[in-house]
């Protein structure tokens, strides 16, 4: 939404306005991030044609553009990798943010990946005249307006689940006096030394810019407003997550939870003294139900526990520099900090309603990677990183083996050898009117 919004500002400088329609030999992938990156890798392996569309100027636009400096990966870096090349063994268990962006970077030359940056989708649907997919982008620069339309058979849909900031909607935000950024905007804690700034969210964003924030010695008031769980990033120096994993491949889920609810206690004590709240359903259950994922912690509870990191109620409303709580407490505040998290453009720009919910997100969660009529998602199943190179790979095969199959060397039966020329001939056929219809030439 941001690149759109970018473009409709410059609207009024562009002189000239240039239109065009290609035809894609292969699928068109919509955003260049992981997900984007591990679908395209995949298929270059399959040695299926394909273009990546992005509207910002960058690989990985997200990590490179709006995480903060301290962020690395909360996962070990082996659930975290994409498919066919691993991390670097000289990198960390938990790589950096500029070792996961150097990552990309190397993933996209090592498979020859070069996306077409700065490409805004507008809309995308499917002809059922034509059985095609229609992609229309917008691009400016100081002089001229491009409008592409890109026709392709298969659509991948890899914009992924955090593609636009939520801002809630607070009674008086909007008059609040001082500094109001969000999460996505937020670097570092340096400039906030000494200012009392509130977080406004609670989850692993929110935990870590608090956390950040009491580091570079500012006042720190996070907002949790609903239970959530918060575990170690490790127990015994083994990662919680992997050990759950191997749990659940041996025990039922529930059991699952019970055991990582008792370990949690032991290493982190009773949290909700605190003013933390476990929700009733444990945390395995609940990232599978609701996509919830748990807080890792890495240090915040420790600075809630000594005072530096204040847990507060929910915010009823701003006022000048204050903001008064649901409980009626009243604070002084510097700067917002809105650690309120994003949700994914899809409705934006795609026309369609069967796969996508309202919500942007396929209504099948767990098995949401494969629509119909070449509609295809990678990155929405709420199982991160891994689940990503697990769509990416599905996605690849699945178009791989028609395109295979499609693209065989004739063998001795002319039948199959005239019905591949007879559709060469409507396929050419068809691209021509559809150029022609685009240009306003018929």
Same mark, same amino acid.
């Given at each position: 939404?941001e690149?759109m ?5 410059q609207?009024?400088e ?9 035809w894609v ?5 919509v ?8 679908t395209?890798?995949?298929?270059r392996?399959?040695?299926v ?11 990985a636009?997200?990590w ?10 909360h ?14 063994e000289?990198?960390?268990?938990y790589?950096t ?11 996209a030359s090592r498979f ?15 002809d ?29 849909v890899?914009?992924?689940e955090n ?11 909007d008059?609040f ?11 570092s804690g340096?400039?906030?030394?000494g200012k009392k700034? &509130? $977080?406004? *969210? ?6 870590? #810019?608090? !956390?950040d924030?009491a580091?570079h010695?500012?006042? %720190?008031?996070?907002?949790?407003r609903s239970?959530f769980?918060?575990?170690?990033r490790?127990?015994m120096g083994k990662?919680t997550?992997?050990?759950?994993m191997?749990?659940?491949a ?12 008792v370990l949690c ?19 395995m ?7 919830k994922?748990p807080v890792l912690?890495i240090?915040?509870?420790e ?5 530096k990191?204040?847990v ?5 409303r ?6 008064? &709580? $649901?409980? *009626?407490?009243?604070?002084?505040i510097d700067? #917002?900090? !809105?650690a309120?998290g994003?949700r994914s453009?899809? %409705?934006?720009w ?6 996508f ?13 494969k ?9 929405f199943?709420?199982r991160g990183?891994?689940g ?5 790979v599905?996605?690849a095969?699945d178009?791989?083996s ?7 060397q ?14 060469s001939?409507l396929?050419?056929?068809l691209?021509?009117y559809?150029?022609?219809h ?5």
């Amino acid at each position: 939404m941001e690149s759109m919004v970018r473009l409709m500002d410059q609207e009024q400088e562009v002189t000239t306005t240039t239109n065009r329609c290609i035809w894609v030999n292969g699928p068109v992938i919509v955003g260049a991030g992981p997900s984007g990156l591990a679908t395209a890798a995949c298929l270059r392996e399959q040695n299926v044609p394909f273009v990546v569309l992005e509207r910002a100027d960058c690989i990985a636009s997200l990590w490179q553009n709006r995480t903060y400096d301290r962020l690395k990966l909360h996962l070990p870096k082996k659930f975290c990798q994409l498919p066919k090349m691993p991390f670097p063994e000289s990198f960390p268990e938990y790589p950096t943010k500029r070792q996961f962006i150097d990552y990309l970077e190397s993933y996209a030359s090592r498979f020859d990946i070069n996306p077409k940056f700065n490409e805004c989708v507008q809309t995308a649907r499917f002809d059922e005249t034509s059985g095609l997919w229609r992609v229309k982008t917008v691009s400016s620069t100081e002089s001229t307006r491009t409008e592409v339309e890109y026709i392709c058979r298969w659509l991948v849909v890899a914009t992924g689940e955090n593609a636009e900031r939520v801002v809630p909607e607070i009674d008086g935000l909007d008059e609040f006096t001082g500094e109001v950024i969000h999460a996505c905007d937020y670097k570092s804690g340096e400039k906030f030394a000494g200012k009392k700034v &509130l $977080v406004v *969210g609670c989850g692993n964003s929110g935990m870590e #810019v608090s !956390l950040d924030l009491a580091n570079h010695f500012a006042k %720190p008031s996070m907002v949790v407003r609903s239970s959530f769980h918060v575990m170690p990033r490790e127990v015994m120096g083994k990662s919680t997550f992997e050990l759950a994993m191997k749990m659940l491949a041996w025990l039922p889920l529930w059991l699952v939870d019970k055991i990582l609810l008792v370990l949690c206690w032991l290493v982190l004590g009773n949290i909700e003294k605190y003013g933390l709240k476990r929700p009733e359903m444990g945390p395995m259950a609940l990232k599978s139900v609701k996509g919830k994922t748990p807080v890792l912690d890495i240090g915040a509870l420790e600075k809630i526990r000594s005072g530096k990191i204040n847990v507060v109620p929910g915010v009823k409303r701003f006022d000048g520099n204050r903001v008064e &709580l $649901v409980n *009626g407490e009243q604070l002084e505040i510097d700067s #917002v900090v !809105l650690a309120t998290g994003y949700r994914s453009n899809v %409705p934006y720009w795609l026309q369609e309603s069967e796969f996508f919910a309202k919500n942007g997100f396929p209504k099948a969660a767990n098995s949401g990677w494969k629509g119909r009529t070449g509609l295809y998602a990678v990155g929405f199943t709420r199982r991160g990183l891994s689940g990503v190179s697990m769509d990416a790979v599905k996605i690849a095969q699945d178009i791989g083996s028609v395109w295979k199959l499609e693209t065989k060397q004739p063998s001795k039966r002319s039948t199959a050898s005239h019905r591949r020329f007879l559709t060469s001939i409507l396929n050419s056929m068809l691209m021509f009117y559809l150029i022609m219809h685009r240009t306003g030439s018929i």
